[in-house]
């Protein structure tokens, strides 16, 4: 069968040249990962700080608002029951020239003082006793429950004012006017209402007062808060990065030991134990020419056998052996295999993007397609074999699969029980790399082997 190759400008032939960034080696300094880190922390903190920011000066502009409208309130009552209580006598209510010309002076005097838009005195039978507006002086309005209840508490009450209502129909071309109630007792005990109105900017003004204050301040608290976050994001980020660089450090030496460790097995085995078979293979050659027919056909089968066991061993030495990255990048290192699989006409279609992974996760990549490969040679019968590497940002994805006989699942603990390791270790090697290898397999529909991993530079 041919083999056929994904073509496009991200991705490489099979057998062509990989691209091989430089450097290979690993940078000592700040991932793209972590330095990501640091500007997620940067942009949270300006998005948190704006809207902060501006749902505070909200809130504290409604805050605001509401203390300089009790405050205001607070104030007018105060200085109207000072400036009032000797003139809110019997005679007003009785309506004697001589107490309502003495109220009247008070009145407009409190009035300039405290530039009071509008003042209305009322009697406990809701009659308007004076008003610097003589228009309404003499008349009865109703009024709302919780102003009548002043009268008998002495409190007092403090609002926006109501400009739609019947009493204040000559001031509803005023827009928003402070309101202040309040209740007192004239000296023989006669309840009265005091009613002033103030122009809302006497609120206004308070409220720019506590702007000017505490926004400032308030703003600044949050600017802090919002800038401390980038040296802590900066120390989270070292300690990643350092984090990482001792990650590597011992990913890297594990592998070192593990890579030494299979090298003296391989060699104590080919200088070893398969010498010693080789030696006993030409051995019973020998023996089987000089041998009587029947027993020398024994011995030549013997020999065969043995020889046979000799290259059983060798393939498996081949597969203990460690694997580097060459030169030419990964996809060089598995050329043999696919060639092998082209060579008992499997066609082979190989589709990788043209970047190489950082070096420890091209080793990774390596040999688990090498270790897949072998498995697909030794086992699956397979037609068609597909290599796929994918990047997906920082994150790699490796498929090697074919449509050969498949497997049970189950059946892969019984031949690491019986000393098939291969696939068992790069599974350990690829959990201390951060990585996950799953395979997926149905007999008789082929066997799909992946390596996920996220590399970190």
């Known amino acids: 069968m041919s083999s056929t190759h994904a073509t496009g400008e991200d ?38 700080f704006v809207v902060l920011a501006a749902a505070s000066i909200l809130v504290l502009d ?23 209580a ?5 005679g007003v209510i009785e309506r004697e020239p001589a107490a309502v010309a003495a109220l009247d002076d008070a009145a407009r005097t409190l009035m300039s003082y405290q530039e009071i838009y509008r003042l209305k ?22 009024l709302e429950p919780e102003e009548a209840a002043l009268l008998e508490t002495q409190g007092a009450a403090i609002s926006i004012s109501d400009l739609s209502k019947e009493e ?16 007192t007792r004239t000296p023989t005990g006669q309840p009265m209402l005091v009613e002033t109105y103030y122009s809302y900017s006497y609120v206004q003004n308070l409220v720019d007062e506590y702007r000017r204050r505490f926004f400032p301040l308030f703003l600044l608290g949050l600017l ?24 590597d450090r011992l990913l890297h030496r594990a592998i070192g030991i593990s890579d030494s460790e299979r090298r003296r097995i391989a060699a104590e085995v080919h200088d070893g134990a398969v010498q010693d078979l080789i030696g006993v293979g030409f051995a019973l050659a020998g023996k089987a020419e000089t041998a009587p027919a029947p027993l020398g056909a024994e011995l030549a089968a013997l020999s065969q056998a043995t020889m046979s066991t000799v290259r059983t061993l060798r393939g498996l030495l081949a597969s203990i052996y460690p694997v580097a990255v060459p030169e030419g990048g990964w996809v060089a290192g ?94 350990d090697l690829a959990t201390d790399a951060g990585a996950t290898i799953t395979i997926r397999s149905t007999p008789g529909r082929g066997t799909v082997v992946r390596l996920d991993l996220e590399a970190t530079t």
């Open 168 to 183: 204040n129909v000559f001031e509803a071309s005023e827009g928003r006017l402070l309101e202040v109630y309040f209740g």
């Open 224 to 247: 802090a808060l919002a800038l401390l976050q980038v040296p802590l994001a900066l120390a989270f980020v070292r300690r990643m990065a350092a984090g990482q660089r001792e990650r």
């Open 11 to 48: 991705r490489v032939d099979a057998v062509g040249p990989t691209a091989d960034p430089a450097p290979r080696s690993r940078r000592s300094g700040v991932s793209t990962s972590t330095r990501r880190v640091v500007a997620i922390a940067v942009v949270r903190s300006v998005v948190l």
């Open 334 to 427: 598995i050329d043999d295999l696919l060639d092998e699989l082209r060579a008992r006409d499997v066609e082979v279609t190989v589709d990788v993007v043209a970047e190489r992974p950082p070096h420890l996760e091209e080793l990774l990549v390596l040999r688990t397609a090498r270790e897949a490969l072998r498995n697909v040679i030794g086992h699956a019968r397979a037609e068609h074999v597909t290599v796929r590497l994918a990047r997906h940002g920082h994150a790699w994805t490796l498929e090697v699969i074919d449509d050969g006989q498949g497997f049970v699942l189950a059946d892969t603990e019984q031949r690491v029980a019986q000393g098939h390791l291969g696939m068992a270790l790069l599974r």
């Open 86 to 90: 000797p003139y809110l006598t019997d």
């Open 121 to 142: 005195i009322w009697s406990a039978d809701e009659f308007v006793l004076w008003s610097d507006d003589p228009r309404v002086i003499g008349l009865q309005f109703e």
């Open 62 to 84: 409604r805050a605001a608002r509401s203390e300089a409208k009790s405050e205001a309130g607070r104030s007018a009552e105060v200085t109207a029951r000072v400036a009032l």
